[in-house]
């Protein structure tokens, strides 16, 4: 006998759980999510390491939003922690606050400056560009080349294997450059962590659901398609994989984390170096651009605010991607958008599929973004009214 259900949503990230949340409570519908991992959350997923310490498995995770509707929407399932979020960038033998902002500016210059000065100065360096086009073009029109090349050429490089002149303006466009001493790695009003942690968050919303979801974790949705009577499916995989690449396969960048843990006694010495009691390394995260074969190094403890003696760091490796290794980011670039745009036009067809989410989409989206797509997604579907909802 095939299992029964309104919505097949395959995914349990945040685009998949919303939906799930939403069908479920509002619309009265039941679900089965099918989440290939161990696990819920998707990308999102943090949990207590052996050595006690909350880390995000998948990278940093730093929620923020300029939405009051996203934010009260995920208030239902958490409280907050606000954080500033603040890094640094290791470079020429330094750290350098990062962002760009005046405090670099005057590491860069040597002396005390002011706001003017800054702007005067970036105003010599940068490179006219009417309207740029690629990640290199977005900051030496900001700042100049030799500011560039000390803080973005060699990290994109390495993060993406392409030069900045072959990703879109988006993707170092995302990065603020200011003349103020606002040292804040984002701009969104609103920044803070879900004070429990993003998986607690993911387990409330699943029980908001009540028995109208069942979660099926360890399994690929092909696999129970068989076994399963649905009427719409809710996918936020890969969509080259949904239509088994028949436009060829998109590209996207894989990493590799590696997780280093200290204990008190092995923290004391670094003290001076981390400058607080208890971490390893000055700030929540630190970017390498020029130095090891790493992008940067975070130590999460610094932004969750845990209460906890050990401390874990993580280094992140990024690496091409390829069978076992899991898709992090779509590539935002010409050449992978003309791939995309053809399986747009198919996704767009499929009238018994929505396709939500960081890869369905294909788009370098934060998690609020995601959150408020789906929300979006179920009132398209609320309207429709031709389904349960
Ligand atoms: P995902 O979280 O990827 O969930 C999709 C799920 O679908 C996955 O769990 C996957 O296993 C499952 N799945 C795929 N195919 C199948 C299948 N065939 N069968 C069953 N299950 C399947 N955003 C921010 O806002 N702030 C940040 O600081 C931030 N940092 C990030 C750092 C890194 C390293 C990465 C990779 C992302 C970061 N993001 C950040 C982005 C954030 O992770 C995403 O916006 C969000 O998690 C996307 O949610 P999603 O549900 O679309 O996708
Ligand atoms: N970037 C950079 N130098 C940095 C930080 C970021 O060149 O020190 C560029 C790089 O191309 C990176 C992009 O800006 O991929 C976006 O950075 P962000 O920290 O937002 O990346 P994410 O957290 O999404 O990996």
Redesign the pocket.
Known sequence: MPWGFDYLI???????LTMAERLTTQAGATCLV????NHI????YDRYDDHGVLVHT???????TNSPRIREYLSQFTEWHPVDYKILSWTHGAYWPFPINLNTFEQFIGRPSTPEEMSAALDKWKIPVASPSNSEEVIVSQVGRELYEQFFKGYTLKQWRRHPRELDASVCGRIPIRTNRDDRYLTEEFQALPAAGYTRLFERMLAACGDRVKVLLN????EVLPHVNFQHMIY???VD?YFDFSEGRLPYRS?RFEAESFTPEELVPREPVSGKKGFWQPAMQVNYPNDHDYTRIVEVKHATGQLCENSTIVR?YPEDFGPGKEA??PIPAPDSSAIYSRYKAKADAEARTSF?????TYKY??????VGMALAEFEKLWKAGDRPC
């Open positions: 395959v995914g349990a990230g945040f685009s998949g099918v989440e290939r991992r959350g998707g990308n999102a998948y990278g940093p995770h730093y929620f923020r399994a690929d949705y092909r936020s995989g890969p994989e990493l992140e992090y980011y939500i989410g960081r890869l369905a989206y934060n998690m609020d973004q995601v």
